[in-house]
């Protein structure tokens, strides 16, 4: 199987704008693609991940993958998904997320000998002319039609700001910058930007003329892989210190039973035909199915030895309640009133759960446990002392904490 059908096969496609040309490029290993990655935190997340894997697999076929960082797109912000405005970040602040996620794309992508580049379109972006943008750019964009695409139509009612409304502009102009300066024929994104990639390429189009525009392709990621990135204490960061080995584990083991090949074929390697052989498992088998996901995963991420240690200390947990390699949280003065806590604060320190009214309805839903009992009561509270050995905090079937103090 060639590789586009192979990514056909995974599920990873939902679109392109010109397929025959796409899969010359891929299968011949002649792609220069770019996925960008705007730094709104310090780390990336599972909801990069499909992107991330999409890289690496592109890459070791020989396709060039073209890393870029969106300090200058950052500092706009981009409306897609969201009904209020980001917010504003300093320069400093994005510069050191962007060089957070430098370190975490290695562990996917081989830099090395020219084999990828890692870009930032804050080279370009920052240093342009507003005037010049307006007139070399602005004049090839149509009000009526950005404000037909999704990313805005769905802002308009509460309000869209004329900084984000420039994202589209600032976006285009990277594929086109990208283009010129390292031949980047391909654009890789989300559901979210399709409007941004077609701006790109229609850019390229009118500024460069028609043999430019035939090079230009817009491969459309499957949406699939963003509801990835949505849990409910939050994101899953690829950043151990922010989300252990442990929980990102634990987070892979906990998908749901509809999700678990799905994930399997979009997020792995394992060749498919030994995918397609576990499409008819059932019951225990689809356990089996998930402890393989989260442990490709969380080795793909974070190592060999961490992922061994994940799913040794996930199995010893669920048959014998050892605590020992469990995710911690150490209490502090400021989270015991009077040198006490109940259980609803408990929980939301912990992490256990992403607000209090969470925390209410698992207690009061009988999912909350201390130390193998459960927690019927929402007022139970525990002192200091109650710490002093550890305290195991279970939410739902499979979420843990070891407290102490």
């Not at 709104?40 to 890459?59: E, I, N, P, W, Y």
């Not at 970040?89 to 994005?94: D, G, L």
């Not at 309000?159 to 589209?168: D, W």
């Not at 498919?272 to 019951?283: D, R």
């Amino acid at each position: 199987m060639e590789l586009y059908d192979e990514l056909v096969a995974r599920g990873l496609i939902a679109q392109v704008t010109n397929e025959d040309e796409i899969k010359k490029l891929i299968n011949a290993g002649k792609a220069v693609f770019y996925i960008g990655f705007d730094p709104t935190a310090d780390s990336l997340h599972v909801g990069h991940f499909m992107a991330l894997c999409l890289m690496k697999r592109l890459q070791m076929a020989g396709n060039k993958p073209i890393a870029l960082i969106g300090g200058g797109t950052a500092m706009i912000g981009d409306p897609s998904g969201r009904t209020d405005m980001r917010q504003m970040m300093t320069k400093e602040t994005i510069d050191h997320n962007c060089e957070c996620f430098k370190k975490q794309m290695s562990r996917f992508i081989d830099f090395s000998e020219g084999k990828a580049l890692m870009v930032n379109n804050a080279d370009w972006l920052l240093g342009l002319n507003y005037v010049e943008v307006l007139r070399e750019v602005g004049a090839h964009f149509s009000v009526n039609r950005m404000l037909s695409a999704e990313c805005y139509k769905q802002r308009m009612e509460k309000g869209l700001s004329f900084l984000e409304f420039n994202y589209m502009i600032m976006q285009s102009y990277d594929f086109m910058a990208l283009y010129e300066k390292y031949g980047c024929n391909l654009e890789f994104g989300g559901d979210d930007q399709w409007s941004n990639m077609l701006g790109g390429t229609e850019l390229i189009r009118r500024k460069l003329g028609k043999d430019a525009h035939a090079m230009t392709i817009n491969l459309l990621l499957n949406s699939e892989g963003k509801k990835m990135g949505k849990t409910q204490k939050g994101a899953v960061w690829l950043d151990p210190e922010k989300t252990t080995p442990f929980e990102f584990y634990q987070y892979w083991r906990n998908v749901a039973d509809d999700d678990v090949i799905k994930c399997i074929k979009m997020l792995t390697f394992l060749p498919l035909e030994e995918i397609q052989s576990m499409e008819s498992w059932e019951g225990a088998e689809l356990n089996k199915a998930k402890e393989i996901l989260a442990y490709e995963l969380t080795n793909l991420v974070h190592g060999e030895e961490e992922a061994k240690k994940a799913q040794e200390a996930a199995r010893a947990m669920f048959t014998s309640g050892d605590a020992a390699n469990m995710p911690g949280y150490t209490l502090t003065a400021e989270d015991l009133a009077d040198g006490e806590i109940d259980i609803l604060n408990l929980l939301f320190v912990s992490g256990l759960v992403p607000s209090k009214s969470e925390a209410r309805r698992a207690v009061t839903q009988g999912g909350v446990s201390v130390n193998g009992e459960k927690v019927n009561d929402i007022h139970t509270t525990y002192t200091e002392a109650d710490f002093a050995e550890g305290m195991v905090l279970k939410k739902g079937k499979k979420n843990f904490r070891k407290i102490t103090k």
